[in-house]
Each structure stands twice: as C-alpha cells, then as structure tokens.
C-alpha cells in the first residue's frame, strides 16, 4: 500500500499562490506510478485537477486552471508538487495527492476518481474574496 501525505494547504486571499506538498512512501514511485492532485469542494463532486506521467513528464490540466496551477514531481524520489497561482475562491477546496501504477507503455489514468487508487487524506485550501 502506498502512503500519500499531502501539506501545504492553508487560507490565502484571492489572486494568492500556495504550494501544495506531497511525500510518497514508495520509494522511486515516478519510476512506475502516475500521480495526480484531485479536489472536493463542499457540496460538489471530487475532480482531477492535474496528472503528471511516470518519470515526472507530460504534465496535464483541466481548463480552468490551466496557465496558473503547475504540477511537478521534486528533485528527489517521491515528492510531488502543485503551484497554485492567481488563486480564485472557486478554487477552494480539500485537495487529495493520488498515485496509480501506469498502465502498459506508460498510460496513465484519466482524472476520473475511480481509476486512482491511492489517495492521501487530503489538505484544506481556503480562498476568500
């Protein structure tokens, strides 16, 4: 079982940047594994923010924070990254770090909740006007 332990999260007002973290227990886990940022907003449904492919590559973003969040992986082994800037109230939420093993030839998962299978216990992102 992969361990995900996110931080990071915190209150900024609107137009702010944090930076989430997250440190995984598997050792090399960008080796095999893809990693993704999801989030949950009180009273809607959880969504794939940002996926970043095995070996750190081929960073993907849903379109309404293209251009202002970035995901990456660290410069150890298992520590991924989600720069939020330009922040927007509409980005508040709790914000999960998933892991899943690359498919053959190293596909990864859509940003579908139910193709990850590893989550973290999330961390709490708070944006006010």
């Known amino acids: 079982q992969v361990q995900l332990v996110e931080s990071g999260g915190g209150s900024v007002q609107a137009g702010g940047s944090l930076r989430l973290s997250c440190a995984a227990s598997?050792?090399?886990?960008?080796?095999?594994?893809?990693m993704a940022w999801f989030r949950q907003a009180p009273g809607k449904e959880r969504e794939g923010v940002a996926r970043?492919?095995?070996?750190?590559?081929?960073?993907t973003y849903i379109d309404s924070v293209q251009g202002r969040f970035v995901i990456s992986r660290g410069n150890g082994e298992s520590t991924l990254f989600l720069q939020m800037n330009s922040l927007k109230p509409d980005d508040s939420a709790i914000y999960y770090c998933?892991?899943?093993?690359?498919?053959?030839?190293?596909?990864?998962?859509?940003?579908?909740?139910?193709?990850?299978?590893?989550w973290g216990q999330g961390t709490q992102v708070t944006v006010s006007s």
């Open positions: 970043l492919s095995t070996g750190g590559r081929l960073p």
């Open positions: 598997l050792r090399n886990i960008f080796t095999s594994y893809c």
């Open positions: 998933v892991a899943a093993p690359a498919y053959g030839a190293g596909l990864c998962p859509r940003l579908s909740e139910e193709e990850w299978k590893h």
